[in-house]
Antibody, heavy 121, light 114 residues
Framework: EVQLLESGGGLVQPGGSLRLSCAAS????????VSWVRQAPGKGLEWVST????????YYADSVKGRFTISRDNSKNTLYLQMNSLRAEDTALYYC??????????????WGRGTLVTVSS | DIVMTQSPDSLAASLGERATINCKSS????????????LAWYQQKPGQPPRLLIY???TRESGVPDRFSGSGSGTDFTLTISSLQAEDVGVYYC??????????FGQGTKLEIK
């Protein structure tokens, strides 16, 4: 089954760091851009970051620019999100999502189940 | 940034009824060179990740029941459920991918059974 599986979430203090992972299976991972999208408790969807298939183009929401770093290891079919200087407002369920068509930045046709990040003292 | 605004914020309809959700973008998401609207709809059931329903404003994703349909162009779009079923309860989001830095979503419309 084609799937994405996130891990690495947890409870972290304000100012702390966390690294999320997203393992992809059953598709040619390196051909597709992938993104992180988050959802604060009881709130809507917020795009966080995108990386292209080759890993050499990255994009960030203003709210995380300079604090978060997206990367990927295509040999391991894995996407990462390094989150530094975490704030309470970063508390959310973090989803990884795959773009539908290779080589594009279109809509998302596959989502993981998410990993919960809680920033609190 | 393109702002996506959905209406209503919540909606209650009876089983078998038609349900309509609107989405308005702050600027056109119609790409003139290919005449495509860069607009998608997602369904999120409680405790689940979003699921793609519609892309290019009106193309149904594989496996999505044909009671779901999308329409509209430019800045105004509609998701219609022709005959509401119990399993359609959830939150529905529109998303533009005309500009992907940033991608933007509507605030969501919560659909309940009356």
């Amino acid at each position: 089954e084609v799937q994405l599986l996130e891990s690495g979430g947890g409870l972290v203090q304000p100012g702390g760091s966390l690294r999320l992972s997203c393992a992809a299976s059953r598709f040619t991972f390196s051909s597709y851009a992938v993104s992180w999208v988050r959802q604060a408790p009881g709130k809507g969807l917020e795009w966080v970051s995108t990386i292209n298939g080759g890993g050499d183009n990255t994009y960030y929401a203003d709210s995380v620019k300079g604090r978060f770093t997206i990367s990927r290891d295509n040999s391991k079919n894995t996407l990462y999100l390094q989150m530094n200087s975490l704030r309470a407002e970063d508390t959310a369920l973090y989803y990884c999502a795959k773009v539908a068509a290779a080589g594009t930045y279109w809509y998302f046709d596959l989502w993981g189940r998410g990993t919960l990040v809680t920033v609190s003292s | 940034d393109i702002v996506m605004t959905q209406s209503p914020d919540s909606l209650a309809a009876s089983l078998g009824e038609r349900a309509t959700i609107n989405c308005k973008s702050s600027q056109s998401v119609l790409y003139r060179s290919n005449n495509k609207n860069y607009l998608a709809w997602y369904q999120q059931k409680p405790g689940q990740p979003p699921r793609l329903l519609i892309y290019w404003a009106s193309t149904r994703e594989s496996g999505v029941p044909d009671r779901f349909s999308g329409s509209g162009s430019g800045t105004d779009f509609t998701l219609t459920i022709s005959s509401l079923q119990a399993e359609d309860v959830g939150v529905y989001y529109c998303q533009q991918y005309y500009t992907t830095r940033p991608y933007t979503f509507g605030q969501g419309t919560k659909l309940e059974i009356k």
